[in-house]
T-cell receptor, first 117, second 114 residues
Framework: AQSVTQPDIHITVSEGASLELRCNYSYGATPYLFWYVQSPGQGLQLLLKYFSGDTLVQGIKGFEAEFKRSQSSFNLRKPSVHWSDAAEYFCAVAADILTGGGNKLTFGTGTQLKVEL | DAGVIQSPRHEVTEMGQEVTLRCKPISGHNSLFWYRQTMMRGLELLIYFNNNVPIDDSGMPEDRFSAKMPNASFSTLKIQPSEPRDSAVYFC????????????FGDGTRLSIL
């Protein structure tokens, strides 16, 4: 079964600083990987996804993530953080289950980002 | 385009009462998912449907929970009888067919059982 680890529960950065949120996954084959962001009182919004091709993927709001198979990682980055980026960030992995056409998303426990002005 | 629509946004009720949460997925999406989010357990998948058929309900906590999807545009999650430990935020998500397709989430229902 697949699993996702987000080792940082909380991260605080200054506005304008760079950001990297860590995500490690466990899955036997090539996974489908996603990053979501959740603002207070709202649902999860997709930032970006990876399923094949270029290992550096660009997302919305200036975020990017790099898939590194050798490290089983899919870290999220942003070169300059804005105060509005304060939120909780979730990494997720999906397995390609051939039967039924459906699959499960396994989420990490999330990283709460605080931005200091 | 409208996203996933959940109702109600907030529900407060007394233990023992029946609770019904509703979800309207994005038109054209074939898969629908129900999640529960709590501080202690994070995001948990309760059940998911593909083409209105329940595929995996192994995450449903117990028999007090049930979910239906009578048609492609509507799903319900019912708790009967409700208990204080059911208090959580419940999310519905939908997705097009294909494992690489992302799930789109509603804004959730914040449920408080007194």
């Amino acid at each position: 079964a697949q699993s996702v680890t987000q080792p940082d529960i909380h991260i605080t950065v200054s506005e304008g600083a760079s950001l990297e949120l860590r995500c490690n996954y466990s899955y036997g084959a090539t996974p489908y990987l996603f990053w979501y962001v959740q603002s207070p009182g709202q649902g999860l919004q997709l930032l970006l996804k990876y399923f094949s091709g270029d290992t550096l993927v660009q997302g919305i709001k200036g975020f990017e993530a790099e898939f590194k198979r050798s490290q089983s990682s899919f870290n999220l980055r942003k070169p300059s953080v804005h105060w509005s980026d304060a939120a909780e960030y979730f990494c997720a992995v999906a397995a390609d289950i051939l039967t039924g056409g459906g699959n499960k998303l396994t989420f990490g426990t999330g990283t709460q980002l605080k931005v200091e002005l | 385009d409208a996203g996933v629509i959940q109702s109600p946004r907030h529900e407060v009720t007394e233990m023992g009462q029946e609770v019904t949460l509703r979800c309207k997925p994005i038109s054209g999406h074939n898969s629908l998912f129900w999640y529960r989010q709590t501080m202690m357990r994070g995001l948990e998948l309760l059940i998911y449907f593909n083409n209105n058929v329940p595929i995996d309900d192994s995450g449903m906590p117990e028999d007090r929970f049930s979910a239906k999807m009578p048609n492609a545009s509507f799903s319900t999650l019912k708790i009967q009888p409700s208990e204080p430990r059911d208090s959580a935020v419940y999310f519905c998500a939908s997705r097009e067919t294909g494992s690489s397709q992302p799930q789109h989430f509603g804004d959730g229902t914040r449920l408080s059982i007194l």
